[in-house]
């Protein structure tokens, strides 16, 4: 019934959420992957429980491992303090303390040993490199260098043709990002982007000032309630 | 007193052990990590951290993650059946079925965000080309594309000089490599390279098939307990 599979990363915020409603858009048999990796805001996999069940899509693995055990991030680290109520200007000045090292390259490389396994053609990621973070690995040459990784390093890219990166977001501003998940019908207030970790979205770490400022900008109420 | 810090990809196995031991002798301060992935043979871990005590290092870390959420492998299925009593020329025709998908760029990504995090120049990994089993994840052109990786993918690749993927192992034959760690001392009665997963190695699964003919080849006896 569907012609390819494809693995998609979701951690149950608004540009991975919009992302797994794009593939099903292109017509795949969709199988989403989410970390718990202790992560400061593990909150987030309820949302991707959630959107994965709205989506209706074949199957949804979390895989578990601890990045808080070398920490390095105000994510993985709780002595670290987010940043909080920075405007986009200060954002985008420095890769902030939020990033987390080599974070997408283990995401991949778990979605990578799934589709292998499952078959599949292709891996949606909602990488995003306007977003004012300035995360290293988000952007189009990180990506492109992955693809590569992909075709040398698994038997499937060896033999045959190799699983290929889909990235429907990366030259997306949020505003954009925004429209289109409302023109697929992402019900945005199962998603969730605060960093905080709290039981309400916080409204002022950079994660929610830039999805407020996004909606904000479009003239819509973001659905999420903020405390 | 260290100049150079590394992180090395320890298995337990002949080849990573004298991996550990070369990345001593070239004066770096060392850091391993293992894998628990619910492998068959997690008896290896056991190996990893005696041989991470003996060689005196300064950190060792476990990396917990379960791909028989997906299985893939005869390696993390088991229900897959391990190929047993090959010869060298059976071992070396096809990708055999202990290939587990993306297993060393999960691995080297986990290895890249614990060396990122320690601010580590080095990561160790003893891949071997010639190795019978055509491993697509082993060869140079792969590590040459997760190099590349290293270097985008993270703060430290784009803002200064990227981590280094060192593969001492690369070329050798596997007498050679048991005459380096000859040469360096590691002690091979703590190390374990049996795929079977039982109390004492098997003696004919591939691993042990080419561990057990490589010491033969060189007029060695192989220290360790075969049942």
């Known amino acids: 019934m569907f012609e390819v599979k494809a693995v998609i990363l979701l951690s149950g915020g608004l540009d991975s959420s919009t992302v797994l409603y794009q593939a099903k858009a292109d017509g795949c048999e969709c199988y989403a992957i989410s970390f718990d990796y202790q992560q400061r805001h593990r909150r987030e996999l309820e949302s991707a429980r959630a959107i994965a069940l709205s989506a209706h899509i074949k199957a949804h693995q979390v895989v578990n491992f601890d990045l808080t055990l070398w920490g390095g991030s105000a994510l993985t680290d709780n002595e670290m303090e987010l940043p909080i109520d920075r405007n986009l200007a200060e954002m985008s000045q420095n890769i902030p303390i ?15 040993a799934y589709a292998e396994t499952l078959g599949a053609q292709r891996i949606y990621i909602g990488v995003n490199a306007l977003d004012y973070s300035g995360y290293p690995d988000c952007r189009l040459d990180y990506i492109q260098a992955m693809q590569e990784v992909f075709r040398l390093g698994t038997k499937q890219g060896r033999e045959g043709e190799a699983i290929k990166i889909v990235t429907p977001l990366i030259e997306l501003k949020k505003t954009e990002i925004i429209e289109l998940g409302n023109n697929l019908g992402v019900p945005w207030e199962q998603t969730w982007s605060c960093y905080a970790g709290g039981e309400t979205a916080c409204g002022v770490c950079d994660s929610c000032r830039l999805r407020l400022a996004a909606f904000e900008e479009l003239g819509l109420k973001d659905p999420v309630f903020y405390a």
């Open 98 to 112: 939020t990033y987390v090292p080599a974070r997408n390259t283990i995401f991949l490389s778990f979605a990578l």
